[in-house]
């Protein structure tokens, strides 16, 4: 399996909603991340998981709660969410090098459409 | 820290015409240096990579070049297609760090 898989692909939500999108490789990466889109621009840093510990958080509202149950799966929870927060969420993961330096080549997901409403 | 800046933000070519999209980084130890196209409403795609170790890397159509002196990389497609009709981001990184800098993006159009 040489892909990075997430669901859902659209998710309409209101500001008062929980919801949680999720990703799931297979591709024994061991680093994976989450990246916020708007249109026209490139994707923005969100979170990084390494060896599923949180590795970067890039001063992310508390309104985005991310979790690493495995080290296949990556979830993002929403929660009282802003119309500003509405985007494409990407989620891509990379593999660990040998030497313990990072193979940075990112492989993406095909992202969740989020609007809040 | 690392910052990419990417040129031109959009190019219109026709059918089988060359592309070329330059890019800057400011952080001299860098040393991955990927390229992605993302057709509209589709998913990043890494189309070709280069390391700091070499100086041009050749994929069919396409073609990156690294001048590190000068902290320049730049993306050639050669016989442009209307399916390489995209958004095509640079991006630069180090490869003991796991945070990757995007350039803005440039929206190749080409044109049957």
């Known amino acids: 399996d040489t892909e990075v898989t997430q669901t859902p692909k659209h998710l309409v939500m209101g500001m008062t909603n929980k919801k949680s999108l999720k990703c799931e490789q297979h591709?024994?990466?061991?680093?994976m991340y989450w990246y916020k889109q708007k249109a026209k621009k490139p994707p923005e840093l969100m979170f990084v998981?390494?060896?599923?510990?949180?590795?970067i958080n890039e001063s992310v509202p508390s309104r985005f709660s991310p979790e690493c149950p495995n080290s296949s799966l990556l979830n993002l929870h929403l929660h009282a969410l802003q119309p500003e927060d509405s985007a494409l969420y990407l989620c891509?993961?990379?593999?660990?090098?040998?030497?313990?330096?990072?193979?940075?080549?990112?492989?993406f997901g095909p992202g969740t459409r989020l609007t809040v409403l | 820290g690392e910052n990419v800046e990417q040129h031109p933000s959009t190019l219109s070519v026709q059918e089988g015409d060359s592309a070329v999209i330059k890019c800057t980084y400011s952080?001299?130890?860098?040393?991955?240096f990927p390229w992605y196209k993302q057709e509209l409403g589709k998913r990043p795609q890494l189309i070709i990579d280069?390391?700091?170790?070499?100086g041009e890397k050749k994929d069919q159509r396409i073609a990156v070049t690294l001048n590190k002196t000068a902290k320049h990389f730049s993306l050639h497609i050669t016989e442009t297609q209307p399916e390489d009709s995209a958004v095509y981001f640079c991006?630069?990184?180090?490869?003991?760090?796991?945070?990757?800098?995007f350039g803005p993006g440039t929206s190749l159009s080409v044109i049957p």
């Open positions: 991006a630069a990184t180090k490869t003991s760090y796991d945070k990757v800098i």
């Open positions: 591709m024994g990466h061991r680093a």
């Open positions: 998981y390494s060896y599923e510990k949180l590795s």
């Open positions: 891509a993961s990379s593999q660990d090098g040998a030497s313990g330096s990072w193979s940075v080549t990112q492989y």
């Open positions: 952080d001299s130890a860098s040393n991955y």
């Open positions: 280069i390391r700091s170790n070499v």
